[in-house]
């Protein structure tokens, strides 16, 4: 945390520098333990991943993953990913408009009581500055097994015009990298529904 962590933080100033090579920048909004994130870093090296989470044990996961013990200040790292150990509405305000491909919303915390609600990301507050950062056919993802989440994200998306409409997928699409919490919630017999919405 205090030697890997800043050399891949980004930097909410200059949020793509580094990444103007790339073909295309993706964001991942709560990336749990970092497994999803690193699926696609090692699938996609063409493609930039933003990747955001609040709590430090899920980042000390993600480094724990990426640097061998000993090389956490001069282990070589992927040029291809940033690190922000914030609020990911940061990021979305910070970066040009239509710059990111891609949004991950992965099995976020369902916040499943009702006076919680307006802590979920899919919120009508937080459509606008998806789609704006979003291109034009860009992709918003989302998975959760969470009935109460799952509503919330029909309802929501319902009543919004950025995103095409979607009806959700009742299994991961093939090119969809699993998660851990995924896993969790078929294990314990809960079925995940999966969203993929294009911004119109």
């Not at 956490?72 to 710059?99: K, N, T």
């Not at 990111?100 to 979920?120: E, G, I, N, Q, S």
């Not at 919004?160 to 699409?173: E, G, K, L, N, S």
């Amino acid at each position: 945390m205090a030697e890997t962590l800043p050399r891949l933080r980004l930097d909410p100033a200059d949020p793509l520098a580094g990444l103007g090579g790339f073909a295309s920048v993706a964001l991942e909004i709560g990336f749990g333990g970092g497994e999803h994130a690193l699926a696609e870093i090692a699938a996609h090296p063409e493609v930039a991943l933003i990747a955001c989470e609040v709590y430090a044990n899920g980042i000390a996961s993600l480094l724990g993953r990426l640097v061998p013990e000993g090389g956490e200040a001069g282990a070589p790292l992927p040029p291809h990913l940033r690190l922000w150990d914030g609020d990911a509405r940061i990021v979305l305000r910070a970066v040009p408009e239509a710059s990111l491909a891609r949004v991950f919303l992965l099995f976020p915390d369902p916040w499943p009581k009702a006076r919680h609600a307006k802590r979920r990301f899919v919120h009508p507050e937080n459509l606008p500055l998806i789609a704006g950062a979003l291109c034009p056919g860009g992709e918003w993802r989302i998975a959760t097994d969470d009935p109460t989440y799952q509503a919330w994200v029909a309802e929501t998306l319902a009543a919004q015009r950025f995103f095409a409409p979607a009806a959700p997928m009742t299994m991961r699409p093939p090119d969809w990298a699993p998660t851990r919490y995924e896993a969790k919630a078929l294990k314990a017999g809960r079925t995940p529904l999966y969203w993929s919405l294009r911004r119109v």
